[in-house]
C-alpha cells in the first residue's frame, strides 16, 4: 500500500508542544515515519509545506512547489492525479475539504490522529 501523508495534519493532531519547535516536529515525524514504512512494508511519501533540511533514504520527503495556505494540500493532490493507480493510495489528513477530493479521486483516506495512533503502536513493538 502507497501512503501519501500530510505532515502538519499527523503532527497536529495531538497537543504535545510541536508548536514551540516545527522543524524539530516534523524531522521526528519523519524518523517514525520511516521506522513505520520499513515495518509495515509500506511506501510512504510525506508532504510538507516548507522546504526543511530533512531527507530519508527511506521514505520519500517531498514539499509544496510554494509556500502557501493549502500548498501541501495541492501537492498531494497532484501526485494523486498523477499516480498510474489512485485506488492503491491513501491519504493520511484530517482536513475534510481534501478528504473529499481524494476519495472522488478514487483514493481512499485515513484521518490523521488515527494514523499517529498506528505510528505510536508500531513503535511499542
Not at 40 to 45: I, K, P, S, Y
Not at 78 to 92: K, Q
Request: net charge negative.
Amino acid at each position: 500500500m502507497r501512503y501519501l501523508v500530510d505532515a502538519m495534519n499527523v503532527v497536529g493532531s495531538r497537543p504535545d508542544g510541536w508548536w514551540r519547535d516545527r522543524p524539530a516536529a516534523l524531522r521526528r515525524l519523519v524518523h517514525r515515519l520511516e521506522a513505520w514504512s520499513v515495518a509495515e512494508g509500506a511506501e510512504v511519501t510525506v508532504v510538507l509545506e516548507h522546504p526543511q533540511p530533512i531527507d530519508s533514504t527511506v521514505i520519500t520527503v517531498a514539499y509544496a512547489p510554494a509556500a502557501a495556505a493549502n500548498s501541501a494540500d495541492e501537492e498531494i493532490m497532484r501526485r494523486l492525479r498523477a499516480a498510474e493507480d489512485p485506488g492503491g493510495i491513501v491519504v493520511v489528513t484530517s482536513d475534510a475539504i481534501l478528504a473529499e477530493r481524494v476519495r472522488a479521486a478514487g483514493a481512499g483516506t485515513l484521518p490523521a490522529g488515527r494514523f499517529r495512533d498506528l505510528l505510536d503502536d508500531s513503535g511499542r513493538r
